[in-house]
């Protein structure tokens, strides 16, 4: 079955990550064939060619610039009469707001992938919302409940994005030149966040926790992920001068954007994100529990289903002082690390083996591709669990 996938391809977060492993492990769902329309050449571009994918060029949009719609419009509707696909998926709402209805006019089955948490009153999902797919994959049961918001009667399944982990482990001496690399000793107890620098994600929260940590000796916080946009490069100078202010500098360390996130987390021992927010899923948070990372979260949305009490701590929101009792626990009992730690890869792969996940795609894929124009029956999958 060939699919092809839409995305707008300007950034890169959970859903490119997504998108280049479904590319690089094509060869354990061989019956898939997946296919990638891209409007912008970026990093992700780059990535889904290194893995050998198939990318169509669609061409730079803006959305309010119409005359750039319709030549993105008319790009994919040549590359659907040129080109033979079973099903087209269309991701998050800017690509099904403008590029569903050629979709449609295509006749051929849409599926939609709900990625955020929607409030169904963003122009952008009303736009969305004008053409309805016959299905919604849904990347968290928490995403499943906002749904309704833009697609009342659409059947939905959830379905964990897939996630793939190095097979070889960054070594001892490859960590120690990590941290030499970022002036971070070899004792120190390094605290991790892997995210966009986005508001929400809770750095500043994270931050005010570390300032009541300020007397512990021997830890160190790595803040992974760069500015993509003009409002996240200015809110990556304010948390510069947020730290600068709680005199964190000398122990907080922004590396900006990072292609080697695996042996980042390898190199350190505590992942904490204590997101504003809630999380549409946590992709970052599964890969720290494969690389058997105690997780410090906020206990609002997907991290309600990643995170237990076997491998992590789920913390109230905005709550400064409970992530730094969170913190300061973990610090000091390095047995209880270890302890939650360990039970991390089991508990990733069972919600996110990326075999099984792409192989209940490909099941969901053909279903609708096979029941393409038949009346719909709404599914709620349930997530399968550790």
Request: proline residues 6%; glycine residues 6%.
């Amino acid at each position: 079955m060939r699919v092809l996938h839409i995305h707008s391809g300007n950034l890169y977060g959970g859903v490119e990550t997504l998108l280049v492993t479904l590319a690089r492990h094509r060869h354990l769902c061989p019956q898939m064939e997946s296919h990638f329309a891209l409007s912008f050449k970026a990093r992700l571009s780059d990535e889904l060619d290194a893995a050998g994918a198939a990318v169509h060029d669609l061409g730079k949009v803006r959305a309010r610039q119409p005359l750039t719609v319709w030549r993105a419009r008319r790009a994919l509707q040549d590359l659907l009469r040129r080109e033979r696909f079973d099903l087209v998926v269309c991701h998050s709402a800017w690509s099904q707001a403008i590029f569903g209805k050629v979709v449609r006019r295509a006749q051929l089955p849409l599926v939609f992938w709900l990625h955020d948490a929607i409030s169904g009153r963003h122009w952008l999902e009303r736009w969305a919302a004008r053409t309805v797919p016959d299905l919604a994959v849904c990347n968290s049961q928490f995403t499943a409940t906002l749904l309704p918001r833009i697609f009342p009667s659409v059947p939905v399944k959830v379905i964990y994005c897939p996630v793939a982990w190095p097979q070889s482990r960054c070594s001892p001496s490859e960590q120690l030149q990590l941290k030499e690399e970022f002036d971070t000793t070899p004792q120190a107890t390094v605290i991790i966040q892997v995210s966009r620098m986005e508001k929400w994600k809770g750095h500043t929260v994270h931050l005010n926790a570390l300032a009541l940590l300020r007397d512990m000796p021997e830890w160190v916080c790595w803040f992974v992920g760069g500015a993509q946009r003009p409002r996240e490069v200015e809110y990556a100078e304010t948390l510069m001068k947020q730290a600068a202010e709680l005199g964190l500098l000398n122990r907080v360390r922004f590396l900006g954007q990072r292609s080697d996130v695996s042996e980042l987390l390898a190199a350190a021992d505590i992942y904490c994100q204590p997101n504003l927010e809630p999380e549409p899923f946590g992709l970052t948070l599964v890969e720290a529990l494969h690389a058997q990372l105690p997780v410090i979260a906020t206990s609002l949305g997907g991290p309600n289903e990643i995170v237990d009490e076997s491998c992590g701590v789920l913390v109230p929101t905005n709550d400064a002082g409970a992530v730094t009792e969170a913190l300061s626990r973990l610090i000091k009992d390095s047995v209880l690390r270890q302890k939650l730690g360990s039970a991390g890869p089991t508990r990733a792969t069972g919600l996110c083996d990326v075999t099984t996940q792409m192989r209940l795609l490909d099941e969901c894929f053909t279903e609708v591709r096979d029941h393409y124009g038949r009346p719909p029956v709404a599914i709620l999958l349930p997530t399968r669990s550790a």
